[in-house]
């Protein structure tokens, strides 16, 4: 039996919804760190399932280093409205345009396969199924612009 407590602290700690928080530590008998492995997996297979979704809204955002030297401009899609004005979206908008600041990839595809630069043993693919996941809708990362001088 999971406690009340746990499933909060799992919630709080994933931003998932609390059935699905219970679930998870209900197959993990409880155990904290076996929980959020069950909910990796399961974002992935939905992450898997939406990727084939089409993408018409979403956001431009920017980000431009505090030196001014560097900027970036990034496009990322969702499929609705809603999804684009939230914060969980908007969170991820920016973390994509840090990590194109930083790393400077030369197209999405290398994007992607890069590692995330606040945590190193996930990937920036693995950041958006994340999100995915948590959203309930796909997100692509369109296209970008990295200015330097």
Known sequence: MVSIDQIKQLREETG???SECKKALEDANGDMEKAKEVLKQWGKKVAEKKQVR?????LITSYVHGTGKIGVL?????ETDFVARSDDFKEVSREIALQVASMDPSSVEEL?????I???SRTVKELISDYI?????????????????
């Open 74 to 78: 990034v496009d990322i899609r969702c």
């Open 54 to 58: 089409e993408v018409g809204e979403g």
């Open 118 to 120: 606040k945590e190193n």
């Open 112 to 116: 992607l396969r890069q590692p995330y």
């Open 133 to 149: 996941a948590k959203l309930g809708e796909n997100i692509v990362i369109h296209r970008f612009s990295r200015f330097q001088i």
């Open 16 to 18: 998932l919804s609390i």
